[in-house]
């Protein structure tokens, strides 16, 4: 059963305890944006993530009881998915919407591994790699840099085809949020992490302007789960995807500042189709075919990022679909 967010009944930031170099990142969301329940910024007009997966729900179906707090009662059959990290990717029973849960089906899965030392933009891995906010480092990076949730889902929405529908700042904030709180390996949770709490806990040693993968883990390795099927399904393992496939299911690549390495590979590859280059495995080798690593400045960092898509969706651009 996926994990639902605790409620806190009252938590303020201890200001004091934040180091002035990311202050000014976690004072960035007004408060008419903060969902003072969960502690997590989001739009006015959105819902709870579990008031979001009850809406449409048929109560005559009996199939599956669930408690005020989202939790399955003791005694109801559930479907044991083989991951309690997942977001809203199944419908519940009963549910008549119609909704599509997996709004990111054509993208990568989330247990693609990540090349050995690379650097990889934050518009990047919204474009061409969304899942892979589910890996505890990429979302431990794009929260202490200052994303918010309505902001990445907003890129995501830009910069795929979403086919099957927009994906929601809840369905955002639920992923990133138990990735948090399972922490960086087995054994070593975060429990009641919230974003707002990040802001406390940032190490003095952290630098801010680092876009490598070096490190990186996916959720197979970090967490490795005896149920899960790695076969079939969200937690299924990920073969290396040839460059050109990242394209797959891309409106609008990575433009001026947003555009880094992995998007000249992949605009390298879908000149040169019949060479043969797969990601992560061939990432250092392609990026030295085509001339070595861009060098990167103060406007590849993942805060100038936020900034800039901040401000064009705060403007009214809209997405399309």
Known sequence: ??????????????????????????????????????????PVSSKLPIEAALEGFDWSVQAQKVSETGEPLEGTPTEDCGSSMLEDSFPLAGDKSGRNYDKLRDAPGMNLDFPANANILAA????????????????????????????LAYMINTLRDMPNGFIETNS???????????????????????????????????????VSTEGYQPRYRTHPNKKANLSTGPMRLVDPVPFKDLARGVQQFPQGKD?????????????????????????????????????ISDHHTDYEAFMRWEAAMTSGVKPEN
């Open 259 to 295: 555009c880094g390495d992995l998007t000249c590979c992949v605009r390298y590859h879908l000149r040169h189709p019949n060479e043969d280059w797969v990601y992560p495995t061939d990432f250092a080798n392609l990026i030295d075919h085509i001339g070595g690593p861009m060098r």
């Open 172 to 210: 955002i904030l639920k992923g990133m949020q138990i990735t948090m709180r399972l922490g960086p390996q087995a054994g070593c949770p975060r429990e009641n992490w919230t974003r707002a709490k990040q802001a406390e806990q940032i190490p003095d040693s952290w630098d801010e302007n680092n």
């Open 124 to 151: 990047e891995f919204a474009a061409f790699l969304p899942n892979a906010r589910l890996a505890y480092p990429v979302a431990e990076r794009l929260i202490s840099n200052g994303f918010d949730y309505r902001v």
């Open 1 to 42: 059963m996926p994990d639902v967010p605790r409620i806190e009944s009252s938590y303020e930031p201890e200001w004091s305890k934040i180091p002035p170099s990311v202050l000014h990142k976690f004072q960035s969301f007004a408060a008419e944006s903060v969902d003072w329940t969960t502690r997590e910024s989001l």
